[in-house]
């Protein structure tokens, strides 16, 4: 959740129970992390930080800067992540990767990854969208014994009872949270998120390649519909043609970004933004999010019937 998981975010879920992660962007730096580190560390607990591997290809400072700061767990996602896990293991930090489609879990084991992050198509922000949480939960739990955690589409008590039922560790919910007090989104975001419901969302790489942002291809991102998504989502060979004879779609969204213009910039949201109505602090997420043993308690008096 780089861009929205700071420091006071992952610190605010950490105080209240949780395991705060440090949402790290591609242009980290030694400043950054001096300021938000000590916000994330606040009440003494763990926390994490996550990272994308695409990144790192041009060269591993990022994480030598990240795994100074001592996080109990680096998350490295979304390309190889073997380099940066190797750098994690001789440090004596856990590993963690997200993977959201059977060749990722594939690699996830190759690279004997501490942790698996499931996370489904239904999840906001960049990710895979081939296959849906609860199929791939089940799919990862019946190929390895290692802790699973279970992502997308998870933004209630209910959510995380139903994946734990499954037999996930725990629960990875990241758009509730995007859309808290501590989150570091610009109140337009916000205001646009719980404005949204269940259907207002869309997979696409056009904001990328309107940004010239190189992800790789098979990576897009869950993002709240708008103006833009209406017009390029399903035309980006037409997006990559208009980009080829100018910089002008480049500029205005960059402008956009900067302006908090959700018509056209980015508002990247999972499914589960629907269930979220209402500006909340993370303490108050976290004590409703921890109602998942209620619900959990209601399904097995139901199943003794």
């Known amino acids: 959740m780089a861009g929205a998981a700071g420091g006071a975010l992952a610190g605010a879920v950490c105080a209240n129970g949780g395991f705060g992660m440090l949402g790290i962007g591609a242009e980290v730096s030694r400043e950054w992390l001096a300021e938000q580190v000590p916000l994330a560390a606040v009440s003494g607990r763990p926390w994490g930080a996550g990272m994308m591997a695409w990144v790192l290809e041009s060269g591993l400072d990022p994480v030598r800067m990240v795994l100074e700061h001592r996080p109990k767990l680096l998350c490295v996602s979304f390309g190889d992540p073997g380099p940066a896990v190797a750098l994690a293991r001789e440090a004596g930090v856990l590993s ?19 942790v698996i992050v499931c996370r489904g198509g239904e999840g906001g922000g960049h990710g895979r969208n081939e296959v849906a949480t609860l199929p791939l939960l089940q799919f990862v739990l019946d190929r390895t014994d290692k802790p699973v955690i279970a992502a997308g589409g998870i933004g209630t008590a209910r959510g995380v009872a139903a994946v734990l039922a499954a037999g996930a560790v725990a629960a990875w919910v990241g758009t509730r949270f995007a859309a808290s007090t501590e989150s570091l989104f610009a109140d337009p975001l916000k205001r646009r998120m719980l404005a949204a419901s269940l259907g207002d969302t869309v997979y696409t790489r056009a904001f990328d390649i309107a940004q010239r942002v190189p992800w790789p291809e098979q990576y897009g991102g869950r993002a709240l519909r708008n103006e833009f ?64 043993r209620e619900h959990l308690a209601v399904a097995r008096d139901r199943s003794a019937l």
């Open 96 to 114: 963690a990767m997200q993977i959201g489609a059977p060749d990722e879990l594939a690699r996830a084991l190759e690279d004997d990854i501490d």
């Open 229 to 292: 998504t209406d017009r390029w989502a399903d035309d980006v060979g037409g997006l990559r043609s208009a980009l080829a004879s100018d910089d002008d779609l480049t500029v205005r969204m960059l402008e956009a970004r900067r302006a908090g213009d959700t018509t056209t910039a980015p508002v990247y949201a999972g499914q589960a933004v629907g269930l979220v109505s209402e500006l909340e602090s993370v303490a108050d997420i976290m004590a409703e999010l921890a109602r998942f």
